[in-house]
């Protein structure tokens, strides 16, 4: 089935260790994008990616970083977890970067103690 | 700064019509997105204004003035299941997508 797969779906992690989650589109979209999402705040771009190899910074990407090695693949990585980055993480990806539509995975939920 | 605003709930009943408003401040704009989510899920796609307008697609329509800065959707014949937050959110003049906090629908029989 056609879409985009995140992992874990939920995570407790302490403060100061490392942690990638995942991404994975099998739609051949060019565009990929990573968001964090918390009560009361709109949707925020952490890093994109507008074709394989190269990435972007995007509105809060203080503490994480990206890579883009295929088309398929994007993972997120926070190098040191502090607890202001507890929220739910989406991953999305778009035919390219400009104005197509963005599909979204399912997001991992991600606890920082 | 760019400014996506949009009311933080509303509630209506089943079988009417409701009408979400999004009004924005952004630096360019290349399209205007609205999205469903569920809680505990996704957003997904509902639709998208570049021209002014409105745009229907059966129970759900979108409106679009690029002169005021104004954008809302329309939710006809309302159902249980329509019971979700609703994003706008606004593509700017570098191709990134600018969110409101969406707007909490709360559907009551």
């Known amino acids: 089935i056609a879409g985009i797969t995140q992992a874990p779906t939920s995570q407790i992690l302490a403060a100061g260790r490392r942690m990638t989650l995942r991404c994975t589109q099998d739609m051949r979209h060019n565009a990929m994008y990573w968001y964090r999402q918390d009560l009361g705040l709109g949707l925020r771009l952490i890093h994109y990616?507008?074709?394989?190899?190269?990435?972007g910074k995007g509105e809060v990407p203080d503490g994480y970083s990206v890579s883009r090695a295929n088309t398929d693949d994007f993972p997120l990585t926070l190098a040191s977890a502090v607890p202001s980055q507890t929220s739910v993480y989406f991953c999305?990806?778009?035919?390219?970067?400009?104005?197509?539509?963005?599909?979204f995975g399912p997001g991992t939920r991600l606890t920082v103690l | 700064g760019q400014n996506i605003d949009q009311p933080t709930e509303m509630t209506a009943t089943e079988g009417a019509i409701v009408q979400i408003n999004c009004t924005y401040q952004t630096s360019g704009f290349n399209g205007l997105f609205w999205y469903q989510q569920h809680a505990g899920e996704a957003p997904t796609f509902l639709s998208y204004?570049?021209l002014d307008g409105l745009e229907e697609k059966g129970r759900f329509s979108s409106f679009l003035s690029r002169s005021k800065g104004y954008s809302y959707l329309l939710l006809k014949e309302l159902q249980m299941k329509d019971s979700a937050s609703y994003l706008c959110a606004v593509v700017n003049s570098n191709y990134q997508l600018i969110w409101g906090a969406g707007t909490k629908l709360i559907i009551k029989p």
């Open positions: 990616s507008n074709t394989a190899g190269t990435t």
């Open positions: 999305a990806s778009s035919l390219s970067g400009s104005a197509d539509t963005q599909y």
């Open positions: 204004n570049v």
